[in-house]
């Protein structure tokens, strides 16, 4: 794209301002601000018409496979997804273009050091998980990393150094989220600087379309043959990934997707349950939890709407490509967004101050046709470092990690 090109897009969408210090810039300056046009999605300028998933609708519980069904039927369920290992149909998604901010860590979180008497990363950790199932099965499993604009030079730099923990370094590939960019309320695109746009990740339901994105990808999903995708985020350090069971039980139920579950610790918890949303499957929010969803009761007199979701999901690339198609829901999130003024001026805002624009997983499983509840136990598989105290902290995480015999 050239300079008259971008002014000609610009001008369409009221966005000549992007150009403003064009002439000011040196070459690479302009050679990247034209990049950045260039991938431009204006489409989510059309502030009216996102609306995301919508909070209306029909909402009932729906049926989870329970931890003493997959017991009884484990030999059947792992001989299935060990076979669909060992072609090569299931691949793994590692979600990581987050930093450790919260935990008070400056580079990419899955660097940060979990362990005590030992150095233990969460992206060691991590791929220590998923060699349970290359040993078991004898055949590595395709691993994409989406990775940020901010933090993917650290992130490889990090597995080459580290010799991808003995992981087959063929059998990983390195993708970066696209980015959207951030508004004010009036629809008009910050500027970070003289040569930068105001962009942010697209939201943990970019992750398919960033991955279908970038052409390396694309063909090692392709050349391997994969149909199966267990897309999973770099917070659980006890996670299963490309779990042969999990895998199997997918398979055996004809449904597209899965979603792995854990009975929640209680009414309140700040967990995204799921329910079924006018036939379809959802995943409701934890603040759109009513008391009256909170009270009801299952055949059992369970808790009907009980298994809250941690972000270990596994989906079928066929049909994730068709829903790619339709018009994908888009949310609007006000933020405090920093940006710079028309006198050049660098602005921290105090306040929220424009939208960014994100897309999200539970929009996807809502868009399919049909999901496997697929519960495991809390204690074996959940363990999110989030905070750097309190629940779901380095410490809770630690403390699992220790019960199911981990050295640290």
Known sequence: MDKKQAEEILKKHNQGHILEYYDELDDNQKKSLLSQIE???FSLLDIDKKSGHGSDGRIEPLEAMKLGEIEKRREQFEAIGIDAVKQCRVGAVLLAGGQGTRLGFDKPKGMFNIGVNIE????????????????????????????SEKNNDDTVQFFEENNYFGYDKDFVTFFIQDMAPSVDYTGKIYMEDKDRISLSPNGNGGWFSS???????VKKIEEFGVEWLNVFSVDNVLQRIADPVFVGAVIDSGCVSGAKVVKKASPDEKVGVMCKKDGHPYIIEYYEFTDELKEARDADGEPAYNYGVILNYIFRIKELKCIMDVDFPVHVVEKK??????????????????????????????????CLVFEVEREKEFAPVKNKEGV?????????????????
């Open 337 to 370: 967004i920093p940006y710079m003024n028309e006198n050049g001026e660098h602005i921290q805002p105090e306040e929220p101050n424009g939208y960014k624009f994100e897309g999200l997983i539970l929009d996807m499983i809502m868009l399919l046709k049909d």
């Open 392 to 408: 779901d902290s380095i410490d809770t995480a630690r403390e699992l990690l220790r019960k199911n015999g981990v050295s640290i």
């Open 211 to 217: 991955l279908m994105n970038n052409k390396q990808a």
């Open 39 to 41: 991938k431009l999605d």
């Open 120 to 147: 233990l990363t969460i992206f060691e950790r991590l791929i220590q998980n998923l060699m349970d199932v290359v040993n078991k099965s004898g055949s590595y499993v395709p691993l994409f990393i989406m990775t």
